[in-house]
């Protein structure tokens, strides 16, 4: 089965630390595809990274960096130097071929990350 | 130049009410679909749309009629509103249904059943 889990429900930092909010998957398949996006308090949702199950290189995006580990069946997502902006949950999701036909995303339960100045 | 837009972005209703929620998307893609937000954040899949065909139905109640007119358009019909029927829904868009591309989403409509 297909399953994604944030174990990590609330965090809070203060400005400048850094954060590590935990993802970890279940699947059986061996091609998939796994995502991380960004609630603000907005509310809408927006997408952050995609990454297969191919390339388990490390990626960076300005604060932002995702370090993937099918070893582990992880796919953590680090900010560095966080900002009040940062405030938002974040959802890993998962979504694979074979078990989730038509391209849907499995969340996980989402992290809440604040960030206090 | 909303990539994908929801209409209406609240929608207050009384239990046993029927309402529709449209979505539109202008990125060109073929599929759509709808999500749930419970009141915990939680995010599920409810259908999927590839080219005005129904690709995924998580075991919705029945109650809940998408229709989507065209690939640019796909809105949720919901009949006889429950109070567990409160809750936040988002359409996304994205390219393809099986390339497994990033999903857009829309801004949500957060409908409340009283």
């Known amino acids: 089965a297909q399953k994604v889990t944030q174990a990590q429900t609330e965090i809070s930092v203060v400005e400048k630390e850094d954060v590590t909010l935990d993802c970890v998957y279940e699947t059986r398949d061996t091609t998939y595809y796994l995502f991380w996006y960004k609630q603000p308090p907005s509310g809408e949702l927006v997408f952050l990274i995609r990454r297969n199950s191919f390339d388990e290189q490390n990626e960076i995006s300005g604060r932002y960096s995702w370090n993937f580990q099918k070893s582990t069946s992880s796919f953590n997502f680090t900010i560095t130097a966080s900002q009040v902006v940062d405030s938002a949950v974040y959802f890993c999701?998962?979504?694979?071929?074979?078990?989730?036909?038509?391209?849907?995303?499995?969340f996980g339960q989402g992290t809440e990350l604040s960030v206090k100045p | 130049d909303t990539a994908v837009s929801q209409t209406p972005k609240y929608l207050v209703t009384q239990m046993g009410n029927d309402k529709s929620i449209k979505c539109e998307q202008n990125?060109?893609?073929?599929?759509m679909y709808w999500y749930k937000q419970d009141s915990k954040k939680f995010l599920k899949i409810m259908f999927s749309?590839?080219?005005?065909?129904?690709?995924i139905n998580e075991t919705v109640p029945n109650r809940f009629s998408p229709k989507s007119p065209d690939k640019a358009h796909l809105n949720l019909h919901i009949n006889s509103l429950e109070l567990g029927d409160s809750a936040v829904y988002f359409c996304?868009?994205?390219?393809?249904?099986?390339?497994?591309?990033?999903?857009?989403f829309g801004p949500g409509t957060r409908l409340t059943v009283l």
């Open positions: 749309y590839n080219n005005k065909e129904l690709i």
């Open positions: 990125l060109g893609h073929d599929t």
């Open positions: 999701a998962l979504s694979d071929l074979i078990y989730n036909q038509g391209g849907k995303l499995i």
């Open positions: 996304a868009s994205s390219q393809g249904p099986f390339d497994n591309n990033e999903q857009f």
